[in-house]
């Protein structure tokens, strides 16, 4: 079936240490997010792409790094995770810019000690 | 800045009972989109209403957009077990569907 695959679905790191999440989609789909969501919380956008056309949030801090290799892959990079990074970190696709439903992965629980 | 209000923010309910939870945007929306997200889980794309005062139903949930599409519902007849989890609606302006706004979901909670 297509999907949103994100590895690792628990990641633990040290504070400071940088740390990066995975993301792949099947779907074929133009548009890749990366959001942030904290306990009882909406997600929080951080980026996206549009193909490789580049889309950061003006709130998402410089901590926060993406990459997107080819249409099927994201990363985000998390350069000197703080305590406060500490989330649930959600890739999602869509197909365009213009209308449709996300798919979600499974989400990346970071832990940072 | 925009902003998707939702509420309640919590809701419990015994089986059997119906439930209602609500959003309202600060300026109009192009299209508003409705996801579940299961404690532990992620959201999943439920529906996406496009047209003002359209209304659809997915069988026991029915969701409707507003006529001036500033305002959507969901609502879920006869509630059971398997709804637990929470409800967000994100709205997205005209053009932009890849700027969600989110509300901050409702939690609803399920009695056996």
């Known amino acids: 079936d297509a999907m949103v695959i994100q590895n690792p679905r628990y990641q633990v790191t040290q504070f400071g240490k940088p740390v990066t999440l995975s993301c792949s989609q099947t779907?074929?789909?133009?548009?890749m997010y990366w959001y942030q969501q904290k306990s009882s919380q909406a997600p929080k956008l951080l980026f996206h792409?549009?193909?490789?056309?580049?889309?950061n949030e003006a709130d998402t801090p410089d901590n926060f790094q993406s990459r997107r290799p080819n249409t099927s892959f994201c990363f985000l990079d998390i350069r000197s995770p703080g305590l406060g990074d500490a989330a649930m970190y959600l890739c999602?696709?869509?197909?365009?810019?213009?209308?449709?439903?996300?798919?979600f992965g499974s989400g990346t629980r970071l832990t940072v000690v | 800045g925009q902003q998707v209000m939702q509420i309640p923010q919590y809701q419990h309910v015994q089986e059997g009972e119906d439930f209602t939870t609500y959003c309202n945007s600060s300026?109009?929306?192009?299209?508003i989109q409705w996801y579940k997200q299961r404690p532990g889980g992620h959201p999943v794309f439920l529906i996406q209403?496009?047209?003002s005062g359209e209304v659809k139903k997915q069988k026991r949930l029915t969701f409707q957009f507003g006529e001036a599409k500033k305002n959507s519902s969901l609502h879920i007849t006869a509630t059971q077990t398997t709804d637990v989890g929470t409800y967000f609606c994100?709205?997205?302006?005209?053009?932009?569907?890849?700027?969600?706004?989110w509300g901050l979901g409702t939690s609803l909670a399920v009695n056996p």
């Open positions: 994100a709205g997205s302006r005209a053009g932009n569907n890849r700027k969600l706004i």
């Open positions: 300026t109009t929306l192009s299209n």
């Open positions: 209403l496009v047209k």
């Open positions: 779907l074929n789909h133009n548009v």
């Open positions: 792409y549009y193909d490789k056309d580049f889309n």
């Open positions: 999602a696709t869509s197909r365009d810019s213009y209308s449709g439903g996300y798919t």
